[in-house]
């Protein structure tokens, strides 16, 4: 008899160790991922986004550069042009922050190393083909030279910089969903093995409880009786711990970082579809790629299908008074389209809608500079296209980049906010946890003492 009661005793102590091993692996494993996606996979693809958003930022100042400053300065255009050399000073400092950024995230993976050294090896001959257009806009009748280096510089960044940095972003965010399933996976395996082992827990304790009351003649033994309901609330909590951190970190990576990625790749569409406006008014030779180009990022934003320049606005105005009637149609497809498929927070809908809202409103404005190019008005068509005037373009242009700021700054507070709950789920209720699986065992031992002490 003495050797049955060590016996469940032993088994007791063990399956409570086995828990609580458990549990500190898995919360262990939980920070660790915690940390990646916070100080290293979410940053290293918003930088990389950012890095991608800046380059077509760079190149449409520069062609805006060329657009305003007449001929070297006379007939100059003062607000556009101070404008425009400003945006480039900015997103050159942007992107050489970037660089530094990605290079120091990338240390110790040979690939990252290598992706961020061509980048910035591609980025200085951009920006040397790029100052040299400047250079000869600078001077009486250098424009020829000027577009003919701007030309090099566009299509450097077109066939090798953007390309690489959105492998960048797309290796980052791979990484990110590559451990986020991986430890949703483990989450769940965690959770399916740690309540086996605490219903064969609280199944030993029951029986302990059986046997003594057969053996001994006792109804209950109040400590064993206090060690199973502490059994209990370390099972219920430990699987609470687990369950919530996945679901933590499902509400990081799916409801919120998803959106934030998607309207990532939109603000580097729309920067790339505007400087694509600018291009367009720069080179006539080129005038008909670049209307295709900026047709075709239209269609990657908010996508309607069969739409031409000349039916866009049109078809997006239905499309749009078809969805705010079901948001269910799925007429229109799109970066628009995956954030507004995966609104999830408050305030996040009328932010999303209001994105779009202002995003046809540029549309428009883009038909008209194109429409006053046709009419022969080319410096009107230039004046509107790159004006910051209310009612212009770019004052458009910059309405709608602050609605997309805004329904990007919900999803990245929720983002946030899910990684410090996260956190704190993950280590603030372990010691509770642990607590009760070690009160569990001590009680046991306790509750079965005075029964041992009468073999002796």
């Known amino acids: 008899m003495p050797a049955r009661l060590r016996l469940l005793r032993m088994t007791v102590l063990l399956l409570t160790a086995a828990c609580a091993a458990l549990l500190l692996v898995a919360t262990l494993a939980a920070s660790r991922t915690w940390d990646r996606a916070a100080e290293r996979h979410a940053p290293q693809t918003v930088s990389a986004a950012g890095l991608n958003l800046a380059l077509n930022d760079m190149d449409a100042q520069a062609a805006n550069i060329l657009l305003s400053n007449g001929d070297a300065g006379r ?3 003062d607000v556009p042009y101070a404008k425009a050399t400003e945006f480039y000073d ?8 970037d660089l ?8 110790g993976d040979a690939g990252d190393e290598r992706a961020v050294e061509t980048l910035t090896e591609d980025f200085a001959r951009y920006q040397e083909l790029l100052g040299r257009a400047l250079e000869n806009d600078g001077r009486a009748g ?7 280096d701007y030309r090099a510089a566009t299509d450097l960044l077109a066939e090798r910089l953007l390309p690489e940095a959105r492998g960048l972003v797309e290796a980052n965010d791979h990484a990110f969903d590559a451990t986020y399933t991986a430890e949703r996976s483990a989450l769940a395996t965690q959770s399916t093995v740690l309540a086996v082992i605490g219903l064969v827990l609280f199944a030993v304790l029951v029986l302990l409880q059986w046997y003594l009351a057969r053996r001994f003649h006792r109804v209950l033994n109040p400590a064993l009786l206090a060690a199973t309901a502490c059994g209990l609330t370390a099972l219920v909590l430990g699987l609470h711990l687990l369950t919530a951190s996945g679901e933590q970190l499902r509400v990081a990576r ?7 990625v998607a309207l990532s790749r939109a603000r580097a569409l ?8 600018s291009r367009y008014l720069l080179d006539p030779s080129r005038r008909a790629a670049y209307e295709q180009s900026f047709l075709a990022k239209s269609q990657q934003l908010y996508g309607v299908e069969g739409a031409t320049l000349s039916s866009y606005d049109a078809k997006l105005a239905e499309s749009w008074a078809r969805y705010r009637a079901d948001h269910e149609d799925r007429i229109f497809t799109g970066e628009f ?8 927070f408050t305030g996040e809908r009328p932010a999303a809608e209001r994105t779009v809202e202002t995003y046809a409103e540029y549309q428009r404005d883009d038909r008209t500079i194109r429409s006053l190019l046709a009419q ?3 410096r009107e068509a230039i004046a509107f296209g790159i004006s910051w005037e209310r009612d212009k373009s770019n004052a458009h242009f910059g309405a709608w980049m602050k609605a997309l700021d805004d329904v990007t700054g919900i999803n990245q507070a929720a983002f946030d906010g899910a990684v410090r709950n996260g956190r704190d789920t993950a280590t603030g209720r372990l010691p509770w946890v642990l607590g009760a699986l070690l009160a569990a065992g001590v009680l046991t031992v306790l509750g079965l003492r005075p029964r041992l002490a009468e073999f002796r």
């Open 270 to 277: 729309a920067y790339d579809a505007n400087a694509d406006e």
């Open 90 to 97: 900015a997103a050159r400092h942007t992107i050489s922050g």
């Open 142 to 148: 250098g424009k020829a030279d000027a577009l003919t």
């Open 100 to 107: 530094r950024t990605l290079a120091v995230a990338a240390e």
């Open 376 to 378: 022969g008005k080319e």
């Open 75 to 77: 007939g100059r255009m």
């Open 337 to 344: 389209r995956r954030e507004l498929d995966n609104i999830t």
């Open 254 to 260: 799916r409801d919120a970082f998803d959106s934030v």
